[in-house]
């Protein structure tokens, strides 16, 4: 059973976990978050009945118009638990335009389906955490409807509900992602590649060259999962030296390192959180390569080298050990 955070518990069968390495499992959190921050109306749905379809084959029915029946306030359900779905995913969870949605998308539901309904789940696609007035809703509507459990599902349970499925379904939501059979086929050509693609400026090398530790790892407030993508890029990192010291245009490095270093001031100033920074960096150096497993390693392990160089991503403290 998952407790999501409203406090009301939310009922996941229990099913054969995934066997993957933490190198995959790390892409996979960063697919999913970036996947899930792009998708909103439509678009939100479908991905969310995909997981669910996954989730519960056989056993979770998504809806969709039809005709002048609408979807009759459904969006999804399992009508062997009674549990009934209402997806709401605009561009911005705002109070009234979210309370109204709730409101009006519960009572038509009650009025469509009645007694069938035993858990009435409100899907949101809110960024980071849950809104308090979603919460203040769901509570209110316990109050009212005693009969009813209710919940909300969100991100964190979203993915909660991939991941407890079998890894080809993990696969078939999120895409295909790198191995370690892919680090350690890294080539020079695809290295080349994106390194190319990333020199875009020739501004002067910011900042000095220190060496890397695991404590700039920590300092920068990284997840678990991120550290994971960051230390899997350094294995085979000194490959960008040899290319640079190879390469017929010396500048080059400078010239990918201040491009470098002004993708993460742009995604420092756009971005919430450190994950997030990581994930518009990545995204950026891999451009419409997003999706290759072998560009992906290729702007990993470029990522990797620059956070060495420490031209991306803030030093720790002085004092801090190395």
């Known amino acids: 059973m998952i407790y999501n955070q409203v406090g009301f518990s939310y009922p996941f069968e229990s099913v054969v976990q995934m066997s993957m390495d933490s190198m995959e499992r790390a892409f996979y959190d960063m697919k999913f978050d970036l996947l899930f921050q792009s998708k909103t109306a439509n678009e939100f749905?479908?991905?969310?009945?995909k997981i669910m379809s996954a989730r519960y084959p056989g056993d979770f029915v998504a809806t969709r118009p039809w005709g002048q029946l609408g979807d009759q306030k459904c969006d999804g359900y399992i009508l062997s638990t009674g549990t009934f779905y209402q997806v709401y995913a605009p561009e911005e969870l705002d109070y009234k335009s979210t309370t109204e949605k709730m409101k009006t998308d519960f009572a038509g539901a009650l009025d469509k389906w009645g007694k069938k309904i035993q858990t009435w789940v409100f899907v949101h696609n809110a960024k980071v955490g849950v809104p308090p007035h979603v919460l203040q809703q769901l509570t209110t509507f316990q109050a009212e409807h005693k009969e009813i459990k209710f919940a909300h599902l969100g991100k964190d349970e979203l993915k909660a509900a991939l991941f407890e499925t079998a890894e080809q379904y993990v696969r078939d939501v999120l895409g295909a992602v790198p191995t370690y059979s892919d680090v350690n086929n890294l080539s020079m050509e695809s290295i080349k590649r994106t390194l190319l693609g990333v020199s875009m400026t020739s501004a002067p090398l910011p900042g000095e060259v220190k060496?890397?530790?695991?404590?700039k790892l920590e300092a920068n407030g990284l997840s678990s999962a991120t550290k994971q993508l960051f230390e899997a890029g350094m294995i085979k990192s000194n490959l960008i030296e040899l290319f640079f010291k190879q390469w017929h245009d010396p500048s080059l490095e400078e010239k990918t390192a201040s491009e470098m270093n002004r993708i993460y001031k742009a995604a420092v100033n756009d971005c919430v959180s450190p994950d997030d920074v990581f994930q518009r960096i990545f995204t950026t150096i891999c451009g419409t390569d997003y999706g290759n497993p072998t560009a992906m390693i290729s702007a990993?392990?470029?990522?990797?080298?620059?956070?060495q160089t420490c031209d991306i991503f803030e030093q720790p403290r002085?004092?801090?050990a190395i």
Do not use: R
């Open 318 to 320: 002085e004092g801090d």
């Open 211 to 215: 060496p890397v530790s695991q404590k």
């Open 300 to 307: 990993l392990t470029i990522m990797a080298y620059f956070f």
């Open 45 to 49: 749905q479908l991905f969310f009945s």
